[in-house]
């Protein structure tokens, strides 16, 4: 996939994992560290968080160039604050979590 650099450095994979949750749903979480911010980002990583049901993205946290940080619930795209990794991946996991206890829309 790509990120969108346009510089001599490279982006550097920091996270890839794929974590099945049942026979049809499965999370998918990628990070890289970028030498520039993304456009609309304030921060050195671009980054996409997915939760994936019956062939549908449920729920995605994404920086896509030019829209910044924000998350995609169904059909609805919100702004997200983004802090650091580590309470994105917290965040995402809770959204995810709501899913699975049955509220079904993170």
Known sequence: M???????M???????????LSETAFVEMVIWRVPDPVRGSGHDFKYRLALVSNGVCLLRYDNEAGKGDHKHVGEREVP????????????????VETWRTGQREP
Do not use: M, P
């Open 10 to 20: 490279e982006a550097e994979l920091l996270f890839r994992k794929r974590e099945g």
């Open 2 to 8: 790509f990120v969108g650099i346009n510089s001599n």
């Open 80 to 95: 997200y604050h983004f802090i650091d990794l580590t309470t994105l991946q917290t965040d995402f996991w809770k959204d």
